[in-house]
């Protein structure tokens, strides 16, 4: 049977990636973030084989087809997938056969991971410029500015607001930044 061909499959990125192994937890890790853990199972059902077909993927994992259709599709906005299309000339209509881009994964860890150290720095840089305030409550933290627009005084409890020590929240901060950052070096001696 002859059917034609269309090959779909995106660019990679010229990103440098380190040699961290893909393995099931960085896989589960990049997937949860990027599309949410619903799209596990498909990422799991693909891994190891090759241009399977939507129908067969959703009969497989005993999904509706619209729902698998909608997961791989948002796979795919990540690259994490990349699909084939075929005119199924009997029936004449296309069917999707979809692939795991596995080597993606490194490139999407690594992006994830520099997009977390680059937040951590704004809000250790926010916490070590402000100062908080807070009633004894812990009801909501304010910075100065927003704390005198509410005269020092709590809106949840009414309680009056002082300035608090916020040196352990900018170690534990610092501290995450340090983990962030060592799993580089660690994949670097691999
Ligand atoms: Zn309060």
């Given amino acids: 049977m002859e059917q034609k061909q269309i090959c779909v499959v995106k660019k990679s990125s010229n990103m440098k990636v380190s040699n961290m192994k893909v393995n099931k937890k960085l896989i589960e890790e990049v997937v949860i973030e990027l599309v949410g853990e619903e799209a596990l199972p498909i990422v799991f059902y693909l891994k190891g084989k090759k241009r ?46 979809w692939d795991f881009n596995e080597p993606i994964i490194l490139e999407l860890a690594e992006k994830i991971r520099l997009e977390k150290i680059e937040k951590i720095k704004v809000r250790i840089q926010k916490e070590e410029n402000n100062t908080f305030y807070m009633c004894k409550n812990a009801c909501e933290r304010m910075t100065f500015d927003n704390a005198i627009e509410h005269n ?20 534990f901060l610092k501290e995450r930044l340090k983990e962030l950052n060592s799993t580089k070096e660690k994949t670097k001696k691999k």
């Fill in 152 to 171: 020092f005084k709590c809106s949840e409890c009414g309680q009056i607001m002082n300035d608090q020590d916020n040196t352990r929240t900018i170690e």
């Fill in 52 to 97: 399977i077909s939507e129908f067969i993927i959703a009969e497989e994992l005993d999904v509706e087809i619209h729902r698998t259709r909608n997961l791989l599709y948002r796979l795919y906005e990540h690259n994490i997938v990349f699909f084939m299309r075929r005119k199924d000339k009997i029936k004449g209509w296309y069917i999707c056969y």
